[in-house]
């Protein structure tokens, strides 16, 4: 597992951590760590440029400590000073160390910092950490484009101008590398800013764990200890029995895909209700289905259901599965018959254009009052996504390149986000198959948001190896699903 915690809780703990330790001391940890992964990346004759780009917080502190370490192990260090202040001592201490320095702290960047940033094999980016409110200072908002496409660029603790806690995508620093120290935090984790963190590597400098992670991910190990492994006891009522109304007269390809996926993972049996295309076709791809409704733990409601076209058999099943007691998955079509709570766990699985229809429906607004936009959504999908959870009561998985798991406000739940599946696996079908694995999850006891965010897991697990670094069609993760949960259960925990 892997916890990422929000700003106060780190805050709190450096400050519980720095308390114990000799003035200066923790900042210290952080630049001597920083510095060692910066020398790692070096090549072996000392002929590189670096360039450390310095802000006025503390995280400008750290980057001129370890430019301070870095002078003897490259031909070159400039520190450039882009904040409106400077960490005094950290600055003394680059300079005697022999590093050049450069300031731009407003207007356009002087031509000796254009020069160094072209020349750069390495950047080093300590503008903004922990501290640093969405988006570039104003004057570096055209930096990125001066840094050289060949540098290698290392964040500080984050990269700059990304939003701490995840939650909006900005203007911000690329990085190939990301040098964290001790706790990873929300930004490393989360939709709209994992894209700029690059590697992450986890310097410890001594600062415990909080108590409350923000953000979790699954690891493959992690499924072990999760996964509904049948008992010899167990027969298929006692695994998990799933309802699934997916699919329609038009589209056939969903109901095969989501009851293909929840078998595949291994749910005890699926109950399917449907129109005659759709049940025909079952009959054949998949003989162990069974059909018309029955006592099921669990509904799967929705991929490939057009509820304006849906047959009335289909619609009293949903709405009965709405109106009852048990778990209810909602995907694609199925979220249009949600407008308020539900008692029983409630999992939504929009993409980014379902959830702003579904947004957009509950009249949920934009942030500036006014209707919310694709942008919005763009940009900040966890927030809008919490937005739905807060109304409906429900945990909301929005699906991307990483994947947000999100839980009502104050339900005391992290956010999970999973980033496991190649890019290949934005395919037709690929939420039908999710909703499949996910629906078995649930039919099984997980609670939404461990199903949601271990289906994403092992879906994304399933397309890499149905066809390590090649295209994947969705019914092929289907079928590699058995084979995908044997492995990961074959990993040590
Ligand atoms: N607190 C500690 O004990 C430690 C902190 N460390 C480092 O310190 C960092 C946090 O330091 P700070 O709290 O000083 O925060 P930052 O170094 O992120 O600096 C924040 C400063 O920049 C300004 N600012 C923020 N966003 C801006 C924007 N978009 N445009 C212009 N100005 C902006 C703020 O007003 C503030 O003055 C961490 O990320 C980490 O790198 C490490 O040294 C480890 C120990």
């Excluded at 986890?202 to 200890?225: L, N």
């Excluded at 934009?366 to 109304?391: F, I």
């Excluded at 039908?432 to 099984?444: H, N, P, Q, S």
């Amino acid at each position: 597992m892997i916890r990422a915690y929000d700003v106060p809780a780190v805050r709190a703990a450096e400050d519980a951590v720095r308390a114990q330790l000799p003035d200066g001391e923790l900042m210290q940890r952080a630049a001597d760590g920083l510095a060692a992964v910066v020398a790692a990346r070096l090549s072996e004759e000392g002929t590189d440029q670096v360039v450390v780009l310095a802000g006025g917080g503390d995280n400008g502190g750290d980057a001129l400590y370890a430019a301070a370490a870095l002078a003897s192990e490259a031909a070159e260090v400039v520190a450039v000073l882009v904040g409106p202040r400077t960490h005094e001592e950290a600055l003394a201490a680059a300079e005697s160390a022999g590093v050049a320095v450069e300031e731009w702290r407003a207007g356009a960047a002087p031509d000796g910092v254009v020069a160094a940033l072209a020349e750069a094999d390495v950047v080093v980016d300590g503008i903004l950490g922990i501290g640093g409110r969405p988006g570039l200072p104003e004057h570096l908002a055209g930096l990125p484009d001066l840094i050289s496409e060949a540098a290698l660029v290392v964040a500080v603790d984050l990269p700059s101008g990304c939003d701490p806690a995840g939650e909006v995508r900005s203007d911000a620093i690329y990085a190939d590398e990301t040098v964290t120290f001790s706790l990873a935090k929300p930004v490393h984790l989360m939709p709209a800013t994992e894209e700029a963190v690059g590697l992450l590597t986890v310097v410890d400098i001594g600062v415990p764990d909080p108590e409350t992670p923000a953000v979790q991910r699954f690891s493959h190990t992690d499924v072990t200890g999760l996964w509904p492994v049948p008992a010899p006891g167990d027969d298929k009522y006692s695994r998990g029995v799933l309802g699934v109304v997916t699919g329609g007269e038009h589209y056939t390809g969903a109901a095969v895909l989501s009851v293909t996926a929840a078998m595949t993972a291994g749910v005890g049996m699926v109950r399917y209700v449907g129109p005659e295309a759709p049940t025909d076709l079952l009959r054949q791809a998949v003989p162990e289905t069974v059909f018309g409704v029955g006592r099921v733990q669990a509904w799967l409601i929705g991929s490939g259901l057009d509820v304006e076209a849906a047959s009335e058999e289909q619609l009293r099943a949903a709405r009965e599965a709405l109106a009852s007691e048990l778990p209810v998955l909602l995907d694609a079509g199925g979220l249009d018959l949600l407008d308020a709570p539900r008692p029983a766990p409630t999992l939504l699985t929009p993409h980014l254009g379902e959830l702003l229809r579904l947004a957009t429906r509950l009249g949920i607004p934009g942030p500036d009052g006014g209707e919310l936009s694709q942008e919005t959504v763009q940009q900040a999908p966890t927030v809008v996504a919490r937005q739905v959870a807060d109304r409906l009561h429900c945990t909301v998985l929005v699906k991307g390149a990483v994947t947000a798991v999100v839980s009502p406000s104050g339900s005391g739940v992290p956010t999970f986000t999973q980033a496991d599946g190649p890019s290949w696996l934005a395919t037709a079908g690929a939420g039908d198959v999710l909703g499949g694995i996910c629906g078995a999850l649930l039919a099984a006891g997980q609670d939404p948001a461990t199903a949601g965010a271990l289906g994403a897991l092992v879906h994304g697990v399933a397309a890499d190896r149905a066809n390590p670094g090649g295209p994947v069609r969705a019914l092929d993760v289907a079928h590699e699903l058995g084979r995908t949960v044997a492995h990961l259960l074959r990993l040590p925990a």
